[in-house]
Protein backbone atom coordinates (compact mmCIF):
# COMPACT_ATOMS: atom_id res chain seq x y z
CA UNK A 1 0.00 0.00 0.00
CA UNK A 2 2.86 2.33 0.99
CA UNK A 3 4.74 1.62 -2.47
CA UNK A 4 1.18 2.81 -4.11
CA UNK A 5 1.11 6.27 -2.65
CA UNK A 6 4.65 6.66 -3.32
CA UNK A 7 4.45 5.72 -6.84
CA UNK A 8 1.42 7.91 -7.19
CA UNK A 9 3.36 10.98 -5.16
CA UNK A 10 6.42 10.21 -8.01
CA UNK A 11 4.68 9.79 -10.81
CA UNK A 12 2.37 13.00 -10.55
CA UNK A 13 4.98 14.75 -9.68
CA UNK A 14 7.06 13.68 -12.98
CA UNK A 15 3.94 15.44 -15.10
CA UNK A 16 4.31 18.76 -12.42
CA UNK A 17 7.76 18.43 -13.16
CA UNK A 18 6.98 18.46 -17.11
CA UNK A 19 4.84 21.83 -16.59
CA UNK A 20 7.41 23.44 -14.90
CA UNK A 21 10.26 23.20 -17.43
CA UNK A 22 7.91 24.18 -19.99
CA UNK A 23 6.72 27.12 -18.18
CA UNK A 24 10.33 28.17 -17.55
CA UNK A 25 12.72 26.77 -19.22
CA UNK A 26 10.46 26.83 -22.92
CA UNK A 27 8.64 29.74 -21.25
CA UNK A 28 5.24 28.39 -22.48
CA UNK A 29 2.39 30.68 -21.28
CA UNK A 30 -0.57 28.59 -19.38
CA UNK A 31 -2.49 28.07 -21.88
CA UNK A 32 -0.23 26.49 -24.28
CA UNK A 33 1.41 24.47 -21.57
CA UNK A 34 -2.10 23.21 -20.16
CA UNK A 35 -2.57 22.48 -24.22
CA UNK A 36 0.76 20.45 -24.71
CA UNK A 37 -0.08 18.39 -21.46
CA UNK A 38 -3.79 17.22 -22.69
CA UNK A 39 -2.18 16.46 -26.34
CA UNK A 40 1.13 14.02 -24.56
CA UNK A 41 -2.16 12.75 -22.33
CA UNK A 42 -4.04 12.40 -25.61
CA UNK A 43 -1.01 11.04 -27.63
CA UNK A 44 0.06 8.39 -25.00
CA UNK A 45 -3.06 7.20 -24.74
CA UNK A 46 -3.45 6.40 -28.51
CA UNK A 47 -0.79 4.72 -28.42
CA UNK A 48 -1.86 2.44 -25.85
CA UNK A 49 0.34 3.98 -22.57
CA UNK A 50 -1.63 6.07 -20.23
CA UNK A 51 -3.84 2.81 -19.32
CA UNK A 52 -0.64 0.87 -18.06
CA UNK A 53 0.80 4.15 -16.27
CA UNK A 54 -2.76 4.29 -14.18
CA UNK A 55 -2.27 0.71 -13.77
CA UNK A 56 0.88 1.73 -12.00
CA UNK A 57 0.41 5.27 -10.77
CA UNK A 58 -2.94 5.39 -9.68
CA UNK A 59 -4.16 8.83 -8.76
CA UNK A 60 -0.94 10.24 -9.88
CA UNK A 61 -2.31 9.26 -13.40
CA UNK A 62 -5.78 10.33 -13.07
CA UNK A 63 -5.37 13.66 -11.42
CA UNK A 64 -3.22 15.55 -13.50
CA UNK A 65 -4.43 17.20 -16.48
CA UNK A 66 -2.73 14.66 -19.07
CA UNK A 67 -5.72 12.47 -17.83
CA UNK A 68 -7.93 14.47 -19.63
CA UNK A 69 -6.36 13.86 -22.99
CA UNK A 70 -6.73 10.08 -21.99
CA UNK A 71 -10.55 10.33 -21.59
CA UNK A 72 -10.96 12.56 -24.50
CA UNK A 73 -9.14 9.61 -26.49
CA UNK A 74 -11.22 6.87 -24.70
CA UNK A 75 -14.32 8.23 -25.04
CA UNK A 76 -13.35 9.09 -29.26
CA UNK A 77 -12.31 5.34 -29.23
CA UNK A 78 -15.18 3.69 -27.49
CA UNK A 79 -17.76 5.51 -29.74
CA UNK A 80 -15.92 5.15 -33.11
CA UNK A 81 -16.23 1.06 -32.55
CA UNK A 82 -19.87 1.68 -32.23
CA UNK A 83 -20.89 4.61 -34.31
CA UNK A 84 -18.38 4.97 -37.06
CA UNK A 85 -16.49 8.61 -37.72
CA UNK A 86 -19.46 10.68 -36.06
CA UNK A 87 -18.91 8.48 -32.89
CA UNK A 88 -15.12 10.16 -32.80
CA UNK A 89 -16.93 13.21 -32.13
CA UNK A 90 -19.41 12.26 -29.98
CA UNK A 91 -17.49 10.51 -27.76
CA UNK A 92 -14.91 12.78 -26.81
CA UNK A 93 -17.77 14.98 -25.06
CA UNK A 94 -20.27 12.17 -23.62
CA UNK A 95 -16.99 10.73 -21.72
CA UNK A 96 -15.85 14.35 -20.71
CA UNK A 97 -19.08 16.33 -20.58
CA UNK A 98 -19.29 16.00 -16.49
CA UNK A 99 -16.69 16.89 -16.31
CA UNK A 100 -16.55 20.36 -18.41
CA UNK A 101 -19.73 20.98 -17.15
CA UNK A 102 -18.35 21.07 -13.68
CA UNK A 103 -15.67 23.31 -14.67
CA UNK A 104 -18.06 25.60 -15.70
CA UNK A 105 -20.27 25.64 -13.17
CA UNK A 106 -17.19 25.98 -10.21
CA UNK A 107 -15.85 28.93 -12.18
CA UNK A 108 -19.21 30.71 -12.30
CA UNK A 109 -19.40 30.61 -8.66
CA UNK A 110 -16.18 31.12 -8.17
CA UNK A 111 -16.51 34.02 -10.05
CA UNK A 112 -19.74 35.21 -7.82
CA UNK A 113 -18.07 34.61 -4.58
CA UNK A 114 -14.85 36.27 -4.82
CA UNK A 115 -13.60 39.56 -5.54
CA UNK A 116 -10.99 39.79 -8.26
CA UNK A 117 -7.55 40.97 -7.52
CA UNK A 118 -6.57 42.27 -10.68
Avoid at 35 to 58: H, K, Q, R, T, W
Avoid at 62 to 91: C, R, W, Y
Wanted: glycine share 16%; proline share 3%.
Amino acid sequence: MLAMFFWAFVIGGLFCVVGQLLFDVAKLTPGHTLSLLVVIGAVLAGFGLYEPLIDFAGAGATIPITSFGNSLVQGAMQEADKHGIVGVLTGMFEVTSSGISAAIVFGFLGALLFKPKG
